[in-house]
């Protein structure tokens, strides 16, 4: 929670600052940075940071460890706890220029399957859908055993 409130207020100097919204790749710059600062009393996060490029509408999709080595990909990034099991989920799944309901799909399988096969995930998930004219937010429900 203090991690997200500190980026919050840097968020808001920086577009005060400069008059212009962030891009997604100077908030992963931002957050890298930030974490970068804090390494040898990390706080204890893997973001994963997705946007659009208020330019193009090119999509972005990056990660950082918690040190805030950053991770740029075009097609997937995976964090957390069971990420071995997301890798070879996402590998399978996933395929360029799906649309958002397929996109959804993919996605949903990929974080469900892979959290049945890790004790130290949680209880369901989150799936946000970024579209150029729109966010729509999902929840999933998984095994609560």
């Known amino acids: 929670q203090t991690f ?3 980026l919050k207020f840097h968020t808001k100097l920086y577009n005060l600052s400069e008059n212009r919204e962030l891009s997604p ?5 931002m957050v890298s940075s930030f974490l970068y600062q ?3 009393g990390p706080w204890f996060v893997e973001p994963v ?10 999509p972005f999709i990056a ?12 097609d997937f990034v995976v964090s957390g706890t069971c990420t071995e099991q997301l890798y070879g989920m996402c590998e399978t799944l996933f395929k360029p220029d ?4 397929e996109l959804f799909e993919c996605i ?3 974080l469900l399957n892979a959290q049945d096969r890790d004790a130290y995930s949680g209880w369901g998930g989150v799936v946000y ?13 998984a095994r609560m055993d």
Not at 63 to 73: A, H, K, R
Not at 131 to 139: F, G, H, L, S, V
């Open 108 to 110: 949903s399988q990929s």
């Open 49 to 58: 940071i997705a946007g659009l490029d208020p330019k193009t509408d090119e």
């Open 38 to 40: 804090k390494r040898f």
């Open 63 to 74: 990660s950082t460890d918690l040190i805030g080595c950053p991770m740029t990909t075009d």
């Open 25 to 29: 790749k100077v908030f992963l710059s």
């Open 129 to 141: 859908i970024i579209e150029p004219n729109k966010i729509t937010k999902r929840d999933l429900k």
């Open 98 to 101: 799906m649309q958002p309901d």
């Open 4 to 6: 997200a409130n500190e």
